[in-house]
């Protein structure tokens, strides 16, 4: 009865003469001639600032400018983690904060952001590993998250099916336990995010480019697009892969160099790796989506490049990592593979807060860690841009850092290193 009921309604479905189809956003509507808030970028950060600006101070005269589609750089161009397993204290700080507020984004949005909360697992194959495990685990605990050292039985029990290699050359002695790492689904985050902000005012404009900037003094006065010229209050560039260009064009030198990042993801498997597992040792980490499907990713290309292209030497490196780890896997097919453009600082953290103009802010230098930020950096800069005061959380990652040497090391602190 189900089945034949099922296409019936279908059908009147499509042929319903008043009919009006479900839009998450409106259309991109012509542009005003000013704005109090022009975002550049409509990835999950430009969108997530968005949100809070309309829904937590109010202000809703907001355009975001996206050059592409929207979230079609690199929040569609990640493995979709999310931890705070960091290194120094005001990493972990800002990234637990960007957790706990990804636990209850679905409700906040009434968006399913698919957030699955499973745990992450970091693999040691040597004593010195080890031994900077149990420094990271007690700054961890320090700060308030779960994290500890565990050994090679707590190891097999959380990934049963994982090769221990004992005696090799990749032998697992232990490993990081995060117990509050986990995944979301990306493109429902900035989905989210867009849908609610549309709904307060702001304006989304796909297919539009900045191409420049007129200044006076040492403030911005206008953005120039490829659709004309509009009036700024403040402007946030939050660009990712893009944010030196976009920088450069309002005369800003930032300190960031890109790099592709690349991943891939396999032929759906039935139900084996129930939590998020890296070796940085091999520069591979895997996880299993709810569809089956193994993602694997590592660290960054070794050359700097603006490029989205994957290459064949990345997937044979991805690959030869995830067989050691789970040699079931060689006779796995590869579906897709992609390449994201990471924006890296010197010190491997993130560049939030003011520039040398007045109204111009930043959000940029993310590297690899852009989505997992994106509720904390997009509510706290829209704080900033409310107020025009940088929170304490904020402080450690401004731009002046660089200039003071008071640099924040977390090159160690990602799921495979650079």
């Not at 019936?8 to 008043?18: A, P, V």
């Not at 409509?42 to 101070?57: D, E, P, V």
């Not at 796909?206 to 509009?230: C, L, W």
């Not at 230098?365 to 900033?384: D, H, L, V």
Request: glycine share 10%; net charge neutral; hydrophobic share 40%.
């Amino acid at each position: 009865m189900i089945e034949v009921l099922m296409p019936f309604s279908m059908l009147k479905y499509g042929i319903r003469s008043k009919h009006r189809p479900f839009l998450d956003i409106p259309p991109t509507p012509d542009l005003k001639k000013s704005y109090d808030v022009v975002i550049i970028g409509g990835g999950g950060h430009g969108l997530a600032a968005a949100y809070y600006l309309a829904n937590t101070h109010g202000i809703t005269n907001v355009a975001i400018l996206e050059k592409g589609y929207l979230a079609g750089g690199n929040t569609a161009r990640n493995t979709t983690t999310v931890r705070s397993n960091y290194m120094t204290a005001a990493s972990i700080s800002f990234y637990k904060e960007a957790l706990s507020l990804f636990e209850t984004m679905s409700h906040d949005l009434g968006f399913n952001i698919m957030f699955s909360q499973r745990g992450q697992l970091t693999l040691a194959h040597s004593d010195a590993t080890m031994r900077s495990f149990h420094l990271r685990a007690e700054m961890g605990k320090h700060m308030g998250t779960r994290i500890e050292v565990v050994d090679t039985h707590t190891v097999k029990d959380l990934c049963p099916h994982l090769n221990m290699d004992v005696g090799g050359h990749h032998e697992v002695l232990g490993g990081l336990w995060h117990a509050d790492g986990g995944t979301a689904r990306h493109d429902a985050v900035a989905w989210g995010y867009a849908k609610r902000a549309s709904e307060k005012g702001v304006e989304i404009h796909q297919r539009t480019e900045v191409t420049g900037f007129k200044a006076s003094g040492d403030k911005v006065t206008h953005v120039n697009t490829n659709r004309g010229q509009i009036k700024a209050g403040h402007i946030l560039q939050a660009a990712g892969g893009l944010n030196g260009q976009i920088a450069e064009l309002a005369g800003v030198r930032l300190p960031i160099r890109c790099f592709p990042l690349q991943a891939m993801v396999t032929q759906p498997l039935k139900p084996f790796l129930n939590t998020l597992l890296s070796s940085a040792n091999m520069h591979t980490y895997l996880v299993q989506s709810s569809r089956g499907e193994v993602v694997i990713g590592g660290g960054s290309d070794p050359y700097q490049l603006a490029s989205t292209r994957s290459t064949f030497d990345q997937k044979e490196h991805l690959a030869e990592g995830a067989v050691h780890l789970f040699p079931f896997l060689h006779n796995v097919k590869v579906l897709r593979q992609w390449a994201g453009i990471t924006d890296m600082t010197p010190d491997y953290s993130p560049i939030m807060g003011s520039s040398p103009l007045q109204n111009y802010w930043l959000d940029c230098g993310w590297g690899t860690w852009g989505f997992k930020a994106t509720p904390a950096s997009g509510k706290r800069m829209a704080e900033i841009i409310a107020t025009g005061r940088v929170p304490d959380i904020l402080k450690p990652f401004s731009l002046e850092r660089f200039e003071k040497f008071e640099l924040l090391n977390e090159m160690g602190a990602t799921a495979a290193s650079h």
